[in-house]
């Protein structure tokens, strides 16, 4: 069973800079989807970020594009999310998630629902 | 992007009985190409991660009771615990795959009345 264990929170002023890190237990982590998902103090779930096995291809929420970049090291079992020109409403619970499958339709491939997650790392930006 | 929206935002059930929370999203996340929905409905207890409950719309996830299912097709979807338990008190959301650039609704809190 996949286990993923998240690192790299704290406090950051705005406008710093930041590296989460999710370390995953797992024999073929080349072979999963990963993802990052958020929450903000007392509010919901947002889906930050998105990544396929081989790194190849990656996707993020509006909120985050051209700030956030998520990476992999598939030879550390380990999922990336380095976060950029951090604004105060990027103070959250940052969580990795494992896509448990997927499949490709025409050369895209497509993950599906994530069914494990860290435990989160909290991440707050303040001056 | 898809944006989802349940409702209500709250819920109080007393035990034993039905609660049912809905999810709306603003496009269609039925393949058609293979029929599925590709929607997902997860449950958060307080400190805890996210729990997948069902994918697919109605395929309940392993381990979880079969009081719980899903329902709906196209941008219209239902989750449904039949007869609620205390452990049940806890925040659902729906989340679509449909795209990769994924997105949940903003959360249903379910309590005991």
């Known amino acids: 069973e996949v286990q993923l264990v998240e690192s790299g929170g704290g406090l950051v002023q705005p406008g710093g800079s930041l590296r989460l890190s999710c370390a995953a237990s797992?024999?073929?982590?080349?072979?999963?989807?990963m993802s990052w998902v958020r929450q903000a103090p007392g509010k919901g779930l947002e889906w930050v970020s998105g990544i396929t096995g081989s790194g190849d291809t990656t996707y993020y929420a509006d909120s985050v594009k051209g700030r956030f970049t998520i990476s992999r090291d598939n030879s550390k079992n380990t999922l990336y999310l380095q976060m950029d020109s951090l604004r105060a409403e990027d103070t959250a619970v940052y969580h990795c998630?494992?896509?448990?499958?997927?499949?490709?339709?025409?050369?895209?491939?497509?993950?599906?629902?994530?069914?494990?997650w860290g435990k989160g790392t909290t991440v707050t930006v303040s001056s | 992007d898809i944006v989802m929206t349940q409702s209500p935002d709250s819920l109080a059930v007393s035990l034993g009985e039905r609660a049912t929370i809905n999810c709306k999203s603003s496009?269609?996340?039925?393949?058609?190409?293979?029929?599925?929905?590709?929607l997902a409905w997860y449950q958060q207890k307080r400190g805890q991660p996210p729990k997948v409950l069902i994918y697919?719309?109605?395929t309940r996830a392993s381990g979880v009771p079969d009081r719980f299912s899903g329902s709906g097709s196209g941008t219209d979807f239902t989750l449904t615990i039949s007869s609620l338990q205390a452990a049940d008190v806890a925040v659902y959301y729906c989340q679509q795959y449909y795209s990769n650039v994924n997105s949940f609704g903003q959360g249903t809190k379910l309590e005991i009345k």
């Open positions: 797992v024999s073929d982590f080349s072979g999963y989807a």
């Open positions: 697919w719309a109605s």
């Open positions: 998630a494992n896509y448990g499958s997927g499949s490709y339709y025409n050369d895209v491939y497509y993950y599906y629902y994530m069914d494990v």
């Open positions: 496009q269609s996340v039925l393949y058609s190409s293979n029929n599925k929905n590709y």
